[in-house]
């Protein structure tokens, strides 16, 4: 099994940045995809950027793109978020998951972690 926990979020200012970290240890699979999604108060969870082992397939939602970068540094076990240009409504829980499809659906992910809060004042 895969043992996934996110850090990095926090209070932030509009306009301003936060990087997420999601550590993986357990039964690592080099074939994993690892996706991040978050939840807001009220909202349904949705679908934030994904990435798959060598970094080279990346996803992302359309209002998170050119803002928002995902990356990973394998020999940390770890995926990264860079979220820049922060707007309040980015505020809400982030998880990261891992799967064995690069996809949107949070069906397709077969690990979560506990989450990260990330709050955006304006």
């Known amino acids: 099994q895969v043992q996934l926990v996110e850090s990095g979020g926090g209070l932030v200012q509009a306009g301003g940045s936060l990087r997420l970290s999601c550590a993986a240890s357990?039964?690592?699979?080099?074939?994993?995809?690892t996706g991040w999604f978050r939840q807001a108060p009220g909202k349904e969870r949705e679908f934030v950027a994904a990435i798959n082992w060598s970094g080279d397939r990346t996803n992302f939602a359309d209002s998170m793109k050119g803002r928002f970068t995902i990356s990973r540094d394998n020999a940390k076990n770890t995926v990264y978020l860079q979220m820049n240009s922060l707007k309040p409504e980015d505020t809400a829980v982030y998880y990261c998951?891992?799967?064995?499809?690069?996809?949107?659906?949070?069906?397709?992910?077969?690990?979560w972690g506990q989450g990260t809060q990330v709050v955006v004042s304006s």
């Open positions: 998951a891992a799967g064995p499809l690069l996809s949107s659906w949070s069906q397709s992910y077969n690990y």
């Open positions: 357990g039964r690592i699979f080099s074939n994993l995809f």
